[in-house]
């Protein structure tokens, strides 16, 4: 399972990437330099930017609050699908004690 990382060092190193992008060629270097410097992983550094960027709207992409919604939406249809097959198995086994030639 990954590592909670406190809200306020995620804040500080996009702060970090976004102040100093112009001074590295890519996105990616500068997410390592300030990854480095922070002690926390590259790439959660550069997806935690690109998201960033998405809610800010300078990006195209689904914002914070999407993912969030979808991610709930996703769960709740997982339920109902197992609910689904619960009934759908229970009408099976009703169906069968209530047929005559069963008895």
């Known amino acids: 399972m990954p590592k909670k990382i406190d809200p306020k060092v ?7 990437v976004l102040e100093h992008l112009p001074e590295y060629p890519s ?15 590259k790439e959660s550094v550069r997806r935690w930017v690109i998201q960033a960027q998405i809610d800010g709207g300078q990006r195209q992409g689904a914002t914070s609050e ?10 709740k249809v997982r339920r109902l699908e ?6 759908r198995r229970a009408s099976i086994f009703f169906a069968g004690e209530l ?5």
Do not use: F, S, Y
């Open 27 to 41: 996105l990616t270097a500068a997410a390592e330099a300030v990854a480095r410097r922070e002690n926390v992983g």
């Open 82 to 87: 197992e609910d689904n097959e619960i009934l």
């Open 66 to 75: 999407e993912l969030t919604e979808i991610k709930k939406l996703k769960d």
């Open 10 to 16: 995620r804040e500080r190193c996009v702060r970090m």
């Open 99 to 103: 047929d005559p030639r069963n008895r």
